[in-house]
């Protein structure tokens, strides 16, 4: 049974940061690409950002451009989201999500198989 079990969430002053780590058990992380995704609340789940299987190609939403990072670490079996120059819009509890049919990655939630359980960033300001 694949698990993803997110962590790092809180709460920040805008301009600051946080690291999102997702680990993944029960099967090899590198068969999956991944994505993270975001909540807020009375919204409509949205993504923020995807990494191929390999690492080699990353997509990202107009809004965290050039503010989030996504990186992953096979050996590890764990996937990252580096958060910088938070804003109080980024609040939001995020999800991790595991794609076991596209290697790039999607944009779409209906794409991925597999999520965690979700952790909650909160920026004030």
């Known amino acids: 049974q694949v698990q993803l079990v997110e962590s790092g969430g809180g709460l920040v002053q805008a301009g600051g940061s946080l690291r999102l780590s997702c680990v993944v058990s029960g099967r090899t992380l590198s068969v999956y690409a991944m994505g993270w995704f975001r909540q807020a609340p009375g919204k409509e789940r949205e993504f923020v950002a995807s990494?191929?299987?390999?690492?080699?190609?990353?997509f990202y939403a107009d809004s965290v451009k050039g503010r989030f990072t996504i990186s992953r670490d096979n050996n590890k079996n764990t996937v990252y989201l580096q958060m910088n120059t938070l804003k109080p819009e980024d609040t939001a509890v995020y999800y991790c999500?595991?794609?076991?049919?596209?290697?790039?990655?999607?944009?779409?939630?209906?794409?991925?198989?597999?999520w965690g359980q979700g952790t909650q960033v909160t920026v004030s300001s």
């Open positions: 999500a595991a794609d076991l049919t596209s290697p790039q990655g999607a944009t779409r939630r209906g794409e991925y198989d597999y």
């Open positions: 990494i191929s299987r390999g690492g080699d190609t990353t």
